[in-house]
């Protein structure tokens, strides 16, 4: 009964994630399968516990990943230790989720709890959850890009894509909520169908795995993304690569006559990369080496082949994220980019339009290498980038059209680990992928087919990660295709307790040879795992209340308002960006009291700025609480002339964390203009300009107030 919550609970982990996402929440769609993720967690890891209990034994395996993963771990850690946001290190960047402390521990836990439980068979199965999960949210996508969004249906009964900001069809995103993030999910799985499609025995399997493979490469097309499209090449060279020396040299001789033209063009070309001194006549044949598994219907190459093909047909039909041609100019791909998402939290103009992407990752690149040389050791602090770049970022981006964007993401895996976590969690974090790499090489002289699709998934994943970011999806896969690597190889070993842990043994004796031990053990365990879930659930209910709040807010509603964000904060005690908004909810539901009752608006104004300057305490180094601190100051002005004096120290504050951002000072030279010092308005105003001079906003103003001063 434990081993099948444990196997259902990871398959229903590859099957919902991805699927997972409501519009009850601040950010739709990874804070969503974040929390997805930490709900399995928990349940997987306590039904464990209690297997051991059950076992009265240690059911822990070690792979060879365990000491480059206890590496990066500490070095989160210390990351997190020397944070300049320790709450933003340990939780994660709040619409993100996915990257703080927490949910690397989660994954980390999922690892060895999937290589401690899981068998081969398992291993197949946690993939075809994951295909067919894939092929939902493929159907999906491709009806979007047809102009019938699922996501409409369920949020407003209508079939179309009217309920997006953005242009679905001509970018789809499906449950993923990015078009990136949907690439780099299906370029990852385009491998284990490939895997499934050349082992297929039966006919049946052969036509169903061909036509996953083409939905899902359909479906990543019309998402037009340049960095996954490059990783899938990449991955796909890899694949290809191997898959073809493997299976030409080393076939049976007496096969050679399965071959054709094409297939001995494509074995002398890889004969002649990898270096191979065989002769083709020797080494060409059957469904040995990679084909191990069983005769399939068609011979490998050939299969291979057919799928290259209707890809490329795919590709002269509807274009792709790297060429202009296409044959149906009906269902064109777009110019790119062309889509905005609808808060500025859940993503970055990086993302969705404007300027050249590739330009402005330049500057942005530029801006987390300077963090790294100011932060070399252990970085900013685990996922406190958008504070960070804030500090460090080049004048130059005032001039592209996402001047004004939060950037919470370097837009490079690399970079961002560089930047955040220094040398020490860049370094470990590069020893999990190169141990990796060389451990899966060696496996592939086995010739496992399994193994190369997951190689082939990594590579994609690895080339990817230079252009864009992981998220909730991609992290699990990330760690746990490791661990399905390990189990298909059967290269875990049980975990034998030294001497030195020889406490534990006593503990874990007299718990097992006591039966009311064992049973309050049990007891405890239930308990625990009953109250975590219950606690996740909480952050998910308040985060929904927060959503609301933050909604009632911008439709000019305090009132409840501020009774939402109360009970979100009551619920989520320790998230300071719940205080911050309730402190600016606070100030205006003061200030529409001010002539209607004065007590009232006068308490909350002391708890707005309670609220507000609590949360400044806990983060005095994040800019975006700065910038809310002064809306918040700022309203508490309009009724006491005190908080003016208070909004501009604020705003000081917040300049010198971002001394290029032009609209700090914008916004100071604004506040100066209410308090009727215009020679120091004008000062300001052109510090904006010389830091944006096309700053059109600061333009103006810096001539009516030049006007007004004389």
């Known amino acids: 009964m434990l081993d099948k919550i444990i196997s259902y609970s990871f398959y229903l982990l590859f099957f919902l994630v991805p699927l997972f996402w409501t519009s009850f929440n601040y950010e739709l769609f990874e804070y969503n399968k974040m929390i997805l993720v930490y709900g399995f967690t928990v349940i997987i890891v306590g039904t464990w516990i209690l297997k051991m209990i059950n076992d009265q034994r240690l059911t822990i395996k070690r792979t060879p990943l365990d000491i480059p993963l206890l590496l990066f771990l500490a070095a989160n850690i210390l990351s997190t230790i020397f944070s300049i946001d320790p709450h933003t290190s340990i939780w994660g960047y709040y619409s993100r989720s996915n990257g703080g402390l927490l949910s690397l521990i989660s994954y980390l836990f999922l690892y060895w709890a999937f290589v401690s439980n899981m068998g081969i068979p398992q291993v197949k199965k946690v993939l075809k959850f994951g295909l067919a999960s894939g092929l939902i949210i493929s159907l999906w996508a491709i009806s979007e890009h047809f102009g019938a969004s699922p996501s409409c249906l369920i949020l407003r009964g209508e079939f179309n894509d009217a309920c997006w900001i953005q242009d679905v069809q001509a970018r789809v995103f499906a449950s993923l909520g990015q078009p990136n993030w949907l690439a780099a ?65 080393m076939a049976k001789p007496d096969a050679a006559k399965k071959y054709g033209a094409v297939e001995r063009t494509l074995y002398l070309m890889v004969q002649k990369l990898s270096g191979a001194k065989q002769t083709l006549s020797e080494r060409t044949g059957g469904a040995s080496g990679f084909l191990r598994t069983g005769e399939p219907i068609i011979a490998g190459p050939q299969a291979v082949l057919l799928i290259l093909v209707s890809f490329l047909i795919i590709n002269l039909l509807f274009g792709s994220a790297l060429t202009g041609f296409r044959l149906v100019s009906k269902f064109a791909a777009p110019a790119r980019p062309e889509i905005s998402l609808p808060t500025a939290s859940s993503g970055t103009q990086l993302e969705n339009g404007g300027t050249e992407s590739g330009q402005i990752r330049f500057i942005v690149w ?75 090489l060696k496996k592939l002289k086995t010739g496992n087919l399994l193994i190369l699709s997951l190689l082939a998934s990594y590579i994609s994943y690895l080339i990817y990660n230079f252009f864009l970011f992981s998220v909730v999806i991609i992290a699990v896969f990330f760690y746990l295709f490791p661990a399905l690597t390990f189990v298909a190889t059967e290269s875990t070993k049980p975990l034998k307790i030294s001497s030195t842990f020889h406490f534990l043994s006593s503990i874990f004796r007299t718990i097992y040879h006591r039966p009311l031990y064992t049973k309050i053990t049990k007891g405890i365990v239930v308990i625990l795992t009953v109250y975590f879930l219950y606690s996740i659930f909480q952050l998910w209910y308040a985060d929904t209340l927060f959503a609301e709040g933050q909604r009632a807010s911008e439709a000019g509603n305090p009132g409840r308002a501020y009774n939402l964000l109360s009970t979100a904060s009551e619920l989520n005690k320790s998230e300071p960006f719940y205080k911050s908004e309730l402190g600016f909810a606070t100030a205006q539901a003061a200030a529409s ?108 103003q810096l001539k009516e107030a030049t006007a007004s001063a004389k």
């Open 185 to 249: 999910y299906l370029s990852m799985l385009i491998f284990p169908a490939f895997y499934f499609f050349l082992t297929a025995t039966k006919k049946s399997l052969y036509i169903l795995h061909f036509t996953l493979l083409i939905i899902f490469y359909l479906a990543f097309t019309f998402t037009y993304s340049r960095g996954p499209t490059l990783g899938l090449i990449g991955g796909m060279i890899v694949f290809l690569l191997f898959y073809f020396k493997k299976t030409l040299m």
């Open 593 to 700: 009291l001010q002539y209607m009752d004065a007590t009232l608006s006068a308490e909350l104004k002391n708890e707005a700025i309670f609220q507000t300057e609590e949360v400044l305490r806990s983060s005095p180094k994040n800019v975006s609480f700065l910038r809310a601190a002064v809306r918040t100051y700022f309203e508490l002005s309009s009724f006491d002339q005190t908080y003016a004096d208070k909004t501009l120290q604020t705003l000081d504050s917040a300049i010198k964390l971002a001394p290029t951002d032009p609209k700090l000072y914008y916004n100071k030279a604004l506040v100066l203009d209410t308090m009727g010092r215009k020679e120091e308005e004008v000062s300001t105003l052109q510090e904006a300009i010389k830091l944006k001079p096309n700053y059109l906003e600061a333009l103006t």
């Open 366 to 440: 530029r801006g987390a290498l300077d963090i790294f040389l100011n932060y070399p050791i252990f970085g900013s602090g685990l996922e406190t980038f958008a504070y960070s770049y804030y500090r460090y970022r080049p004048i130059e981006h005032n001039l592209t059209s996402e001047w004004d964007f939060l950037y919470n993401k370097a837009h490079n895996e690399y970079l961002n680990y560089l930047a955040t976590t220094g040398i020490v969690g860049f370094g470990a974090y590069s020893i999990i992928i190169i141990t990796f790499i060389t451990i899966i």
